[in-house]
């Protein structure tokens, strides 16, 4: 895994860290990873021939007995692919992909079509329990409804009855197709474009599952909904979409979690998210993301390729999307925003960690259209081990964009000597009565810090994880309750020697 | 100098200690003994040593010892981690306290507690019972509230951080504390609520070690032992009045001074 970067500022500092030796060797062991998703659910699946070409489209599409339009809109994306060059410009470095070697379509067996959860096969259910998801009726979480895609399939969706209710549509994106054709076939590749990069024509071609969100005019979804992916197969993509629509005056917080065993070979995971909010809409939209990163010496672990984005299409509507990235092998992602309507919001909190050989190339894409739209990014990237964390992100203020406003704080630590740490900002703006602010920052986690925490009784790890959340307290802030929790300990976890 | 009768056994025993940075020797042979319910002063010129000596104490990583033990209520502990350390009871006043951003205070302190009281086998407390503690011991240092929810010492004013430090010192309840230069940068009305709020958290079980340059703090703690450091060396010891003469002669007087023995 050769790491191309050239002009990257390699963040040497002549003072270092830790001065000696014996502390050197302590940030070894604190920043070990332990990885405690990385079993595998010994399931019979229904897996479709490895390799990409028309005839296995048509396949996927077949299975999922998909309506004509959607068939169409597969194949002209894998055109499209066809002619595409795999992207370059993040100067990551990975093994090339062999895109003829994965398998397209995998699926746990089923009974035909499943009418409650009791019908769920229960190894499957087992291991979203053990994922800290539980599904059934009994033991479900209160508070959020969710969604648990597994492989290439969402298996089951918590709350449906209680969210109809509601007039809210939460559903996986396979069965919106069926029931809700007329949303999807308007709304679907209209934010993210089959054409807009190389992943997302990819998904486009071969997505196989995701979630569907539908919250109508007027109504503030009752609880927060979620969805779970989770990676099982070592051999097969995932390549999920999701799509939410927001109606007028609407609001809903999605959040969502993921995790893959651990396999000495790199899965691909290539989703597509778009989200649409209509007049005073708002919609949150908070990631997790904890796929397998690899081991000690980057074998194996996710590559994540993924599009996110978002559409302000209606006036003082909000799309704001917060993110705690600390997995995958390489993150390749930038959830973004269209702001479209007059006086809309978009925001972007991010916590990115990287250890060991990660890279993680992460950012977002404020795209401001319409006259006085905001905007607000704030990133904090953590690098540990040998690993690479850049920021990118592009400001534009459009023609029209008068009156728009921008502000950006992008924050890096570094653990270690051996991190490096990137901020690449983009700033494009055609309207001279606009504001774009931005400000950024690398520190590294002082010795003096250290010993300070220590000399109040306060052990070393506890003193670093202490320090790396108080790093991401306002990324922190913005995440719902309990995922904050989750964050914190997570990173915790992410950073500390031996936690079981 | 010191009396030969004590009744208790000394929390502090620094025996001959040398130690460097950087392999430049700081410390050139310190002995240094503190016994329960003692107040002692260090002073001295700038770079003689005594932060360097205060820092050992703790346990900082950048000084190795060369030579000489540290010895807590008769444990060695020279390879005792800074924390193992703070939790058995001893404690450093920071001259310059370290910013932590984005921690808050009220956790920094809670968990901190927590950690000695985890030692002295007391029940750790949550966050309310610790709001409960932390409101009474705040009076000590006549420190608003609103200090807790701030992150640790950002943007504290020079004497907010140094009264936060004495907070600590009331919470962590220390067998020993050593005070580096508690009192610079303090405004007299301050310097009364510093100086006050060690007394009333010190008892005839603890030991005060106070690192100063000025007389001030010493009419408001008076200290049993005052000792003059020069060039890692401790070269004079006396009672409170060896301060006084030091205020008026200046450090000059003890140029001439060698290391008594």
Same mark, same amino acid.
């Given at each position: ?75 002209? #994306? ?191 995971? #290539? ?230 | ?70 010895? $807590? ?41 927590? #950690? ?53 010192? #009331? ?85 001439? $001074?060698?290391?008594?023995?």
């Amino acid at each position: 895994m050769g790491v191309s970067f050239v002009k990257v500022y390699k963040a040497y500092c002549n003072k270092l860290f830790l001065d000696n030796m014996v502390k050197e060797n302590l940030v070894k062991d604190v920043v070990k990873e332990p990885y405690k998703y990385g079993f595998v659910t010994d399931i019979e699946t229904e897996k479709i021939a490895k390799g990409l070409n028309e005839d296995i489209i048509r396949l996927i599409s077949q299975k999922k007995e998909e309506p004509k339009y959607l068939l169409d809109f597969r194949l002209k #994306a894998f055109k499209k692919w066809q002619k595409m060059d795999e992207p370059d410009w993040a100067g990551l470095g990975y093994k090339q992909i062999d895109y003829q070697d994965i398998i397209y379509y995998s699926a746990p067996k089923q009974k035909e079509k499943i009418s409650s959860l009791d019908e769920v096969d229960p190894k499957l259910l087992e291991t979203f329990d053990k994922l800290g998801i539980p599904l059934t009726e009994q033991k479900k979480l209160t508070n959020v409804a969710v969604d648990a895609v597994f492989d290439s399939v969402s298996i089951a969706t918590t709350f449906r009855e209680e969210l109809a209710e509601h007039g809210v549509i939460f559903c996986s994106i396979s069965e919106a197709v069926k029931n809700h054709s007329d949303l999807i076939e308007k709304y679907l590749g209209t934010v993210v474009p089959a054409s807009d990069n190389y992943f997302a024509a990819l998904n486009s071609a071969v997505f196989s599952d995701g979630s569907f969100v539908y919250i109508p005019k007027g109504v503030k979804c009752p609880m927060d909904l979620s969805s779970y992916f989770r990676i099982n197969s070592g051999d097969s993509g995932q390549f999920e979409r999701t799509l939410i629509i927001a109606e007028e005056l609407s609001s809903v917080s999605y959040l969502e979690g993921c995790t893959a065993p651990m396999f000495d070979t790199n899965t691909l995971h #290539a989703a597509v998210v778009e989200l649409v909010a209509l007049d005073d809409a708002s919609i949150k939209y908070s990631t997790v993301q904890n796929w397998y990163a690899g081991d000690e010496e980057g074998v194996g672990g996710i590559f994540n390729f993924v599009t996110k984005r978002g559409k302000c299409l209606g006036k003082r509507s909000k799309i704001s999307w917060s993110q705690v990235e600390t997995g995958s092998a390489i993150t390749w992602k930038y959830p973004s925003c269209l702001l479209l309507g007059e006086e809309s919001i978009g925001e972007f909190y991010s916590v990115a960690l990287t250890n060991n050989l990660q890279q993680a190339d992460t950012g977002t894409k404020m795209i401001h259209i319409g006259p006085k739209t905001k905007s607000t990014i704030v990133s904090k990237g953590i690098s540990a081990g040998n690993s690479i964390n850049s920021y990118r992100g592009l400001v534009k203020m459009g023609t029209k964009a008068t009156g728009s406003r921008n502000y950006s704080q992008c924050d890096s630590m570094l653990i270690g000597d051996q991190a490096s740490a990137n901020t690449f900002p983009y700033i494009k703006s055609q309207q001279p009565n606009s504001e774009i602010e931005h400000e950024a920052s690398t520190c590294r986690i002082s010795e003096d810090q250290l010993f300070y925490l220590q000399s109040r009784g306060i052990e070393f790890e506890e003193a670093i994880s202490m320090m790396v959340s108080g790093f991401c307290r306002d990324v922190f802030n913005q995440l719902p309750m309990e995922f904050a929790a989750e964050a914190d300990k997570l990173l915790a976890l992410k950073l500390e020697g031996s936690v079981g | 100098m010191q009396s030969k009768m004590k009744e208790s056994d000394p929390i502090l025993e620094v025996e001959n200690l040398f130690a460097s940075t950087d392999n430049l020797p700081i410390l050139k042979g310190v002995s240094l003994t503190v016994f329960p319910g003692e107040i002692h002063a260090i002073m001295g010129r700038n770079g003689c040593g005594k932060s360097t000596l205060s820092k050992i104490i703790a346990g900082h990583p950048s000084y190795n010892i060369t030579n000489g033990d540290i010895k $807590f209520s008769g444990e060695n502990i020279n390879s005792l981690e800074p924390e193992e350390r703070a939790q058995s009871g001893i404690f450093l006043g920071f001259q310059y306290p370290i910013e932590i951003p984005g921690v808050s205070n009220l956790e920094f302190l809670r968990v901190s507690t927590n #950690a000695r009281r985890k030692f002295l086998n007391k029940e750790e407390l949550d966050t309310f019972d610790f709001e409960e503690l932390v409101k009474e011991k705040l009076e000590l240092v006549k420190m608003d509230h609103a200090f807790l929810s701030r992150s640790v010492n950002q943007g504290f004013s020079g004497g907010e951080k140094k009264r936060n430090e004495i907070l600590q010192m #009331a919470l962590l309840e220390p067998k020993i504390a050593i005070l580096d230069e508690t009192d610079s940068g303090l405004d007299i009305d301050a310097l009364r609520i510093v100086a006050s709020g060690i007394k009333k958290i010190s008892n005839a079980q603890t030991g005060i070690i106070l690192i100063t340059h000025y007389q001030r703090l010493l009419d408001e703690i008076e200290p049993n032992y005052v000792h003059v450091m020069a060039d890692g060396q401790i070269i004079k010891t006396g009672g409170s009045d060896l301060a006084l003469e030091l205020e008026k002669k200046g450090y000059e007087w003890t140029d001439n $001074f060698v290391k008594e023995t």
